[in-house]
């Protein structure tokens, strides 16, 4: 069974900083492209950051403040964030993609933590 549980979230002040973490369960943690996606209340699920064979991808709201990781040896994930907005509030979900030689996608979700940065 798949499991990608999330934690590390909570309330902070802007400016400030968080870690996200993300304990991956039931899949081959290295064939898999790991991601960190947020949805705003009201909005539509975007992509964060994503990390895949050491190649890291940002989304351009969160360059230069956030950073993701992996750490193989015990399957996590994390999710380094600096300098957080009000604006970066938001559930914030752990992804994890496997796409297979017949073009076969798979994709799993963690249960999401919240984030919440008051002005």
């Known amino acids: 069974q798949v499991q990608l549980v999330e934690s590390g979230g909570g309330l902070v002040q802007a400016g400030g900083s968080l870690t996200l973490s993300c304990a991956a369960s039931?899949?081959?943690?290295?064939?898999?492209?790991m991601g960190w996606y947020r949805q705003a209340p009201g909005k539509q699920r975007e992509l964060v950051a994503t990390?895949?064979?050491?190649?890291?991808d940002y989304a351009d709201s969160v360059k230069g403040r956030f950073t993701i990781s992996r750490d193989y040896a015990k399957n996590m994930v994390y999710l380094q964030m600096n300098v957080l907005k009000p604006e970066d509030t938001a559930v914030y979900y752990c992804?994890?993609?496997?796409?297979?030689?017949?073009?076969?996608?798979?994709?799993?979700w963690g249960q999401g933590t919240q984030v919440t940065v008051s002005s």
């Open positions: 992804n994890a993609k496997r796409l297979l030689s017949d073009f076969t996608l798979y994709t799993y």
């Open positions: 990390i895949s064979g050491g190649v890291t």
């Open positions: 039931g899949i081959r943690f290295s064939d898999n492209a």
